[in-house]
C-alpha cells in the first residue's frame, strides 16, 4: 500500500458518491420522490436533531445516484476506487453486512447439491448460504491454540487431505482472521487451493483493515484468495452493515454473482451507508495509518501493563502458536481466576462505562481501532486494575461456542436444508440427547453455530449447551432463546 504513484494517491482522494450527494444536497432540490422524510423535512420531532446532518445523504436512485444493482455512475466509480485500494479486479458494495456477501458467493459458486469444503466454526452466515443454495458441505475441522483455548483457523494439511478426498468439490471456504483476530498462512493456502483449481473464498469480515499499515497482516487479496468479504463496519470507519465484497481471477462466475447479490440485497440500497463505504475506502488510504501511529504505542503500553496482571493473561503470538497472524487491534483477555467468568468480567466493566467487543466463559474480547482514544484506554486499565481478582493456576475451562475441536464433530444424518424444512417438535434440552437438531444453535457473539440442522444432538454439545445456558449465554437461531427446549426433527 506505501509505493503508490502519485495518480493512485490523486485518484484516491476523490469519494465520488460522496461528493455527489453532497453537491445534490447543496441544491436545495424538490423532492418528489421517497423516501418520504423528504430530505428530514419530515420527521419524529425528538429524533430529528440527532439525525438532521445524515438527512440529506438518505437518497434513492434519482437522476445520477447510480444504481448499486446496475452500477455505471458514481457507484461504479466508487467501487472501481475501493478495487484499487483493496488490490481487487472487482469490488461490489454490500448493504447487507459480510453476511450478504457470504451467502451470495456460495450461491454464486454452488448448484443444488454441490460439495463445497467449509471451515466448521465458520459465521452463521456461511451455513444459511449453503443452506439456501442446497450446497453440501464437507467440514473442516479448525486447530484449536492451546494457549487460549479458542479455534484458531484451518490447517493446511486438513484442507489438503480433505481436497484429496473430495475432488469434485468447487470451492474452499474459510474465516480469516477470526474473531480474535488469528490468522493462517493463506498465501499457501490459497495456493495448495488452486491446485485443485478451485477458487478460495475468505471470510474476511475482521480484516476489512488489513494491508493498510506494516503493523498489519496481509489482506486475504494480497494473499491470493478469489473472493473476500470484509465488515467494513467492523475494524474499520464504515457505518454498521456496510461491507465489501472483493473478487480477482477467474473461478468464479460473476455473472451468477451479480445475480446473487441481487436477489438478497434491497432494491433500495441505503446511499448513507454506501457513501460511508466510500469515505470509509479513502479514511484507510489516507488517514488511518496516521491515526494507527498514535494509537500502536498506546496499546503497547496497554498490553505492558496487563501482562502485569497475575489474573489475566493476552493472546500473543509465539512459537507455539497455531495461528501465524494476530491483529494488533485486537486484545484478548485470557482469565486466570476462578472468580470471574469472561461474563462477569464483561458486565463489571460495564457497569463502569467500558463496553467489551465480546465475553465467553473464560475470555473477554476488547477491539480497538483507529478510533480508540487515550481516554478510552486509560478507563479500561483503572477497572482492571482495581478489579485484582484472586488468581488461579489454571484458565478457566473453555466451552466458549465450539471452541473445543472435539465440539464440532457431529454426525451430519442428513442435510441442513432438509432437516430445517422437515417435521420438527419441540423438546426439552435435556430430553434432546440422540435426536436430530431441527435449527441452528448459535451462541452469540460470535455467531457460530453449535448445532446445525440435521446434526445428531450427542451428550458431548449437551452438556456444551447446558454450560453456556447456565452461564447465560444469549442465542440465536433458536425457538427459545433461553434455550429451555430445542427443536428437533420429528
Ligand atoms: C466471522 C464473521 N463473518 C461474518 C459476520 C457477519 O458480518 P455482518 O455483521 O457484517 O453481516 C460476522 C459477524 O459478526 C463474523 O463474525
Known amino acids: 500500500m506505501l509505493d503508490k504513484t502519485a495518480d493512485f494517491w490523486e485518484r484516491q482522494r476523490k469519494a465520488p458518491l460522496y461528493e455527489t450527494l453532497e453537491r445534490h444536497a447543496r441544491r436545495r432540490p424538490h423532492p418528489f420522490h421517497v423516501p418520504g422524510h423528504k430530505m428530514g423535512s419530515s420527521f419524529d420531532r425528538a429524533g430529528k436533531e440527532r439525525f438532521e446532518s445524515v438527512f440529506p445523504l438518505d437518497m434513492t436512485e434519482i437522476s445520477g445516484m447510480d444504481d448499486l444493482h446496475q452500477p455505471e455512475g458514481v457507484i461504479a466509480e466508487a467501487q472501481a476506487l475501493a478495487a484499487e485500494a483493496f488490490g481487487a ?27 463445497i469444503i467449509v471451515q466448521r466454526n465458520c459465521h452463521k452466515s456461511v451455513f444459511n448460504g449453503i443452506m439456501i443454495a442446497r450446497a453440501t458441505p464437507v ?6 491454540d492451546l494457549g487460549t483455548g479458542v479455534a484458531a483457523g484451518l490447517r493446511r494439511e486438513d484442507v489438503e487431505r480433505t481436497l484429496q478426498a473430495h475432488p469434485d468439490a468447487k470451492a474452499v471456504f474459510l474465516t480469516n482472521p477470526t474473531y480474535y483476530g488469528m490468522g493462517i498462512d493463506l498465501v499457501k493456502m490459497a495456493a495448495t487451493v488452486h491446485r485443485f483449481g478451485i477458487p478460495l473464498l475468505v471470510d474476511e469480515a475482521h480484516g476489512a483493515h488489513y494491508g493498510f499499515h506494516p503493523s498489519l497482516p496481509h489482506s486475504a487479496m494480497q494473499c491470493g484468495a478469489d473472493a473476500a468479504v470484509q465488515s467494513t463496519h467492523k475494524m474499520a470507519s464504515a457505518l454498521t452493515m456496510s461491507s465489501m465484497l472483493h473478487i480477482q481471477g ?12 441481487a436477489m438478497i440485497q434491497s432494491s433500495s440500497p441505503s446511499y448513507l451507508l454506501l457513501a460511508s463505504l466510500d469515505l470509509a475506502r479513502r479514511h484507510l488510504v489516507m488517514e488511518a495509518a496516521g491515526e494507527w501511529n498514535r494509537l500502536i504505542p498506546v496499546l503497547d503500553e496497554l498490553r505492558k501493563r496487563i501482562g502485569g496482571l497475575d489474573w489475566v493473561r493476552l493472546a500473543s503470538l509465539s512459537s507455539n502458536s497455531v495461528y501465524t497472524t494476530l491483529d494488533p487491534f485486537k486484545l484478548m483477555l485470557n482469565l486466570y481466576t476462578r472468580s ?6 464483561q458486565k463489571l466493566l460495564e457497569e463502569n462505562g467500558v463496553f467489551p467487543e465480546l465475553a465467553d466463559l473464560g475470555h473477554v474480547l476488547l477491539a480497538a481501532s ?4 487515550q481516554e478510552d484506554v486509560d478507563a479500561l486499565w483503572r477497572l482492571l486494575q482495581e478489579l485484582a481478582p484472586e488468581p488461579a493456576a489454571e484458565t478457566v475451562r473453555i466451552f466458549q461456542a465450539g471452541v473445543l475441536a472435539s465440539s ?3 454426525e451430519q444424518v442428513m442435510p441442513m436444508h432438509e432437516a430445517a424444512d422437515a417435521g420438527r417438535e419441540t423438546v426439552p434440552l435435556e430430553a434432546a440427547a440422540g435426536r436430530i437438531a431441527a435449527e441452528m444453535v448459535i451462541p452469540y457473539p ?11 444432538i450427542d451428550r458431548e454439545v449437551l452438556e ?6 447456565a452461564s447465560q449465554a444469549r442465542f440465536h437461531g433458536v425457538k427459545n432463546a433461553r434455550l429451555e427446549t430445542i427443536e428437533v426433527h420429528a
Open 464 to 469: 456444551l449447551l447446558k454450560e453456556l445456558r
Open 250 to 261: 477467474n473461478l468464479i462466475d460473476r455473472g451468477r454473482l451479480a445475480r446473487a447479490l
Open 340 to 345: 470471574l467468568t469472561g461474563f462477569t468480567l
Open 408 to 410: 464440532f464433530l457431529r
Open 89 to 115: 479486479e472487482e469490488t461490489r458494495f454490500l448493504i447487507g453486512g459480510s453476511t450478504v456477501g457470504n451467502i451470495a458467493l456460495i450461491m454464486a459458486v454452488c448448484r443444488p447439491g454441490d460439495k
Open 370 to 373: 483507529a478510533g480508540t482514544s
Open 446 to 456: 460470535p455467531g457460530i453455530p453449535l448445532l446445525v440442522p440435521g446434526e445428531r
Open 139 to 144: 467440514y473442516v475441522v479448525p486447530a484449536v
